[in-house]
């Protein structure tokens, strides 16, 4: 009985010199990398810092308030709340609140200024409750005379779909030293007369 094999051919092909060119230098700088000494770090002049000053110790409590938390007392002409606007007419279907354009109310012993605003005709309900916000946002930056809030917080909100009208009214706690302008409008145009 005789065994057949097939004896395979094994054929290699050798890479292209640029393959070759590409293994050798790859292996070069790898020993390169690894021969190489570690280098320092820079060294850097010490600073020297002043000492701090020590921390005064808190303040103690006395019967009296400081002059600076003290709320001051606003002149006899200007009450501490009470009503700075107020809106002629309103659209069908709004809210009571909406007739007071902007006032100033007592809460847990700080003054809150509130101000509100609508708009109608916009179909969109996301959009109309944001158009009223922002306008009744501008009307407390009127009031303020700032063109920043921080804190104002919107505290009631009206949507009719059937009259689109959205109402929106925002407050903001005064700081201690706000007087109101010394006109009843902080602008000269009434707000009644801009149509939304």
Known sequence: MAIHTKEKRVTTTTPPPIALALIALLIFATQQACETPPTEPPVVPATIEAPTPPI???PK????????TEIPELPAE??????LAKRDSTPR?????LKV????IERDGKRILRASHFAKHIKNASLAQQTAA???????TKWLGTPTLEGAVVTDSHWSQKAQLSATRIEIELPPSWLPPESDQPETQ???SVSP
């Open 56 to 58: 005064p110790p808190p």
């Open 61 to 68: 409590p006395t019967d009296s308030p400081s002059a600076e």
């Open 78 to 83: 200007i009450p501490p709340s009470g009503v």
């Open 93 to 97: 279907g709004s809210p009571r609140w």
């Open 101 to 104: 354009q902007a006032e100033v």
């Open 134 to 140: 922002n306008r009744a946002r501008h009307e407390l």
């Open 190 to 192: 009434r707000e009644d």
